[in-house]
DNA sequence: CAGTATCCCTTTCGATACTG
DNA sequence: CAGTATCGAAAGGGATACTG
């Protein structure tokens, strides 16, 4: 069995293509792996740009996915936490070969990182030294 | 440190979801990297449904991206032919936790493979075994 | 605070016909 | 065969104002 020829099929790509082309599926996903528990607004101001509608509509969809999970709680003012399912955890953990990839191919990037902590831009560097 | 606060940092995720999120790309990667070289036309067959324009755009920006070669031949009638570039096989490799976990969770899509060959049926269906 | 409702612009992509 | 040109429909998503 050739090494290089391990053949996948991409059928259950077509599926999954349709949630993380969402322009932010991905950066929510990843961002609550990163925090744990987050609030709406938590998660607005971690993912720069997005709009309370999409986050709104993204949300329900990563929900109805059954990829994350929200609790709300009776107060005044409301307080809801989003966090990912064990299911959301292991696609995080699926994407990992894939942020590294693309860290490998432009470690540029990682300087432009500035709404990250200096501890996981550190780690970076420190993964991306283990790998070259 | 925690074992399940693998931090990652999102912004190499923005760059790369420009790339995915368009349609057809991770199939064109996945499709080139089953078969190796694949002419237009095979590709077109092969991601059925895709249009020659969507189809000839792609292959165009994967080829910016450096991802995908393409060669063509001074014959009548012509021949064009597509294959991976080494990054190209990278970035399919980094997919296949993606696949295996989309496989994972919905393993009646393997019933719905018809375009794809017994022997990628048979090699997922191993495949999950490992897995499970 | 946690969303929803509107408006509108942009991009994406399918269908189809055509060309070197 | 390997694309390109054109058209149009549809979806994605941003800005903003508003509501329970």
Redesign the pocket.
Known sequence: MPKNNHQTCLCPLKGII?LI????ALLIINTLGNSGKL????IMHALD????????????ELQAEGLVA?E?FAEI??????CLTNDGVDLRKSIIPLLEWTAKRSSVDQKRCESCPPSIRARNQANLGEKN
Do not use: A, C, H, M
Request: no cysteine.
């Open positions: 349709d082309s969402k322009k932010w609030r709406f607004n938590q740009g997005i709009s309370p509608k999409t986050l709104s509509e993204t949300l329900k929200r709300s003012p409301p307080r809801v936490e989003y």
